[in-house]
């Protein structure tokens, strides 16, 4: 059984950080590319970044960059959003997901996370 588990929101103030977890089993998830996308209330699931399988790549929304940071760790099958200057318009609903290409798409990817809530305050 494929699961993705996300983990590390919670709430914060403007300018602060977080660092949220996605780890994958059930399958060798090393060869596929990851990602994160967020969703607010009322609004459609937005793309924030993503990374390939080797991490040679990364690609961000425009509204994150200089500001979030993605990583990963094939041996423990766990890809990372670091989160630094976060604004009230960050809050959301944060998925991870994987996929066999890089994309900013989500219909790119085959296997989604049930989701973790950051909520920034002011």
């Known amino acids: 059984q494929v699961q993705l588990v996300e983990s590390g929101g919670g709430t914060v103030q403007v300018g602060g950080s977080l660092r949220l977890s996605c780890t994958a089993s059930?399958?060798?998830?090393?060869?596929?590319?990851m990602a994160w996308f967020r969703q607010a209330p009322g609004a459609e699931r937005e793309f924030v970044a993503t990374?390939?399988?080797?991490?040679?790549?990364?690609n961000y929304a425009d509204s994150v960059k200089g500001r979030f940071t993605i990583s990963r760790d094939n041996t423990k099958n766990t890809v990372y959003l670091q989160m630094d200057g976060l604004k009230a318009e960050d809050t959301a609903v944060y998925y991870c997901?994987?996929?066999?290409?890089?994309?900013?798409?989500?219909?790119?990817?085959?296997?989604w996370g049930q989701g973790t809530q950051v909520t920034v305050s002011s």
């Open positions: 059930g399958r060798d998830f090393s060869k596929d590319a």
């Open positions: 990374i390939t399988w080797r991490g040679y790549y990364t």
């Open positions: 997901a994987t996929g066999p290409w890089a994309a900013a798409a989500h219909t790119q990817y085959n296997y």
